[in-house]
Structures are given as structure tokens and as C-alpha cells.
């Protein structure tokens, strides 16, 4: 009887998408400065910031406190509706590799659907908001009438203006390599260690409490970073490169990581690594914890008593 049970509980998508967007709300806020910093690394070519510390401090004293929170409503923006599509599309996928008969879904199955979450957000949602994102973050200074973008709509007009519409999906090729390989690691490993080390299978009616959601989804998300540094580095290279002036420095992915590997060494792939993990595990932990309740309220009073 425990197989149908599992079968038939099981969360609907909308609520997957609506405890995704809300987490993402919550990390956004929480984690901001980080990305700020990480983006910051990743465009210092001429070795301006000596660490992390040093470049969120100087920000703080050059820009003021608050410049540490830029970008934060396209990414705020960005984080809900990437969360809402990705853990949507998840839901939805995972039910198309469901084995029909028992209902289970294989790994292969669960890395396959978070590999197709992770290329739809990535086309959709990430590329253009992380275009204006990341121009808005280069920017430096404190007088906004000095700085070109004023915010992130004039930062979009701008780029459509100047660039033309594919101008909001500059880098979309490492980013989809990159979103896609970090959620089907993600939804797998996140999975695996819900099983391992709580025995939490989805539909059981079991709730986490917020601190085991939190490390089941840091550990879910360490790996990504390490193994898509490159696509990140390339990504953020290719989003900052204006097309205004007619010539790019980086014609596309590939051209972009032999580029940056022959001028600055095969560390500079990795640019911006350490506070990629500093901001990635502690955000996929935060979201989880908030998404993992509201998930569990959901089982709690919907699908615990629900008829076979």
C-alpha cells in the first residue's frame, strides 16, 4: 500500500512554483551583497579588489553601504520568478519520467528533469535579467546622474535601444550550460540527502524542520559552482561587453574561454569561485527551508489523509 500512496500524494506544481518564489524572495534580500561582490571579482581585471573583504569594503566606503544592494530588484525579481518556473517545470518533468506503473522516478530521471528546469529558466528568466543585473553592478560611483544606467527598466530600454533585443540574452549559451548542469546536480543531490540523512521521501507526510532543509540544500548546492565556474565567468564576461561600440572583445562561449585562458591563466575561469559559495549553498539553504515548510504545510493538511 505504500507505493500508491507515493504515487498518488504528490505535491502539484503550482505549489512547487509558489514555495520556490517565496524562498527566492527571502535569499535575494539575505544574500544581495554577495553577488555584488562576486560580479565585482569576475570584471576586476587589473587586480583592483585583493579579496572578497577588501572589494565588499570598498564598495561599502567608495559607493556607500547601499551600493552592496544593487541590482536588487532585478534580482530579487529575477530569483522569484526563476524559482517559480524552475521548481514548476521540475514538478512537471519529474511527472512525465515517472515509471508508470509504481510511480518512482529514477536518478537518471530527476537529473533529467532538473537539467530541462535548469535550461528553461535559463532562456526565459536568467539571461535577461542578469544582463541588466550585471550592468547595473559594474557601474561605480555615487552620483547617479554620472552613472549610464539609472535603474533596472532605463537599464533594459537601453540595452534594446543600443543592442537590440537579443542584447538581454548576451551569455545565454554558458548560461544555459550552467543552470542546466546545477539543477540536474541540484534536484538529485538535494533529494539524495533528504533520503539519507532525514528518510524524507516527498508525499510521506514527513516535514523537515527549517535547519534540516537548510543542510540538505547546502550540500545540494556546493557541487554546481565548482564544476560551472567557467560558464560563470563567461557568462558575467559576456553580459558586462557592451555592443554599443560595434567591437566585441569576446565573440561568444568558446572564443570567450580561450580569450580569458591565454590572457590572464586558468585560474581566472574559476574568477569569483569562492564567493559564488559563499552566496550559492547559503541561498539554495534559505530557499529550501522557507519552500520545504510551505511544502509541508501542503502535505501536512492536504495530502496525509488523502484517499487511495
Known amino acids: 500500500m505504500t507505493e500508491p500512496n507515493h504515487q498518488k500524494a504528490s505535491i502539484p506544481p503550482y505549489m512547487k512554483a509558489m514555495s520556490g518564489s517565496i524562498g527566492g524572495i527571502v535569499e535575494a534580500c539575505c544574500l544581495q551583497p554577495i553577488d555584488v561582490i562576486k560580479t565585482r571579482l569576475q570584471l576586476d581585471k587589473t587586480g583592483t579588489y585583493k ?65 530541462g528546469a535548469g535550461v528553461l ?41 543600443e543592442e537590440g533585443l537579443l542584447g538581454l540574452w548576451a551569455g545565454a549559451a554558458p548560461t544555459v550550460m550552467r543552470n542546466g548542469t546545477n539543477q540536474a546536480a541540484m534536484f538529485t543531490a538535494k533529494n539524495a540527502f533528504d533520503v539519507l540523512l532525514w528518510d524524507k521521501h516527498e508525499g510521506d507526510g514527513k516535514v523537515l524542520q527549517p535547519w534540516q532543509s537548510m543542510i540538505s540544500g547546502f550540500l545540494a548546492g556546493t557541487a554546481g559552482p565548482i564544476c560551472t565556474g567557467p560558464f560563470d565567468v563567461v557568462k558575467t564576461r559576456l553580459m558586462a561587453q557592451t555592443r554599443a561600440g560595434g567591437n566585441l572583445k569576446y565573440r561568444g562561449m568558446i572564443h570567450a574561454i580561450r580569450t580569458i585562458y591565454t590572457e590572464e591563466g586558468l585560474r581566472a575561469l574559476w574568477k569569483g569561485l569562492l564567493p ?19 511544502t509541508g504545510f501542503y502535505e501536512r493538511r492536504y495530502l496525509r489523509n488523502a484517499p487511495l
Open 51 to 115: 579579496g572578497i573583504a577588501h572589494c565588499g569594503s570598498t564598495v561599502a566606503k567608495t559607493e556607500g553601504v547601499r551600493a552592496l544592494w544593487k541590482g536588487l530588484t532585478p534580482f530579487a525579481t529575477h530569483l522569484t520568478l526563476k524559482y517559480a518556473l524552475r521548481m514548476g517545470s521540475n514538478a512537471v518533468l519529474q511527472a512525465g519520467f515517472k515509471d508508470s506503473e509504481t510511480g518512482k522516478l529514477s536518478n537518471r530521471g530527476r537529473a533529467l528533469s532538473g537539467f
Open 121 to 161: 529558466e535559463a532562456l526565459v528568466i536568467v539571461t535577461p535579467f542578469e544582463v541588466v543585473k550585471i550592468r547595473l553592478q559594474q557601474q561605480k560611483g555615487l552620483s547617479p546622474e554620472l552613472l549610464k544606467y539609472k535603474g533596472p527598466i532605463h537599464c533594459a530600454r537601453m540595452i534594446i535601444r
Open 276 to 294: 559564488r559559495l559563499m552566496r550559492i549553498p547559503p541561498g539554495q539553504a534559505i530557499m529550501w527551508a522557507v519552500a520545504d515548510q510551505i
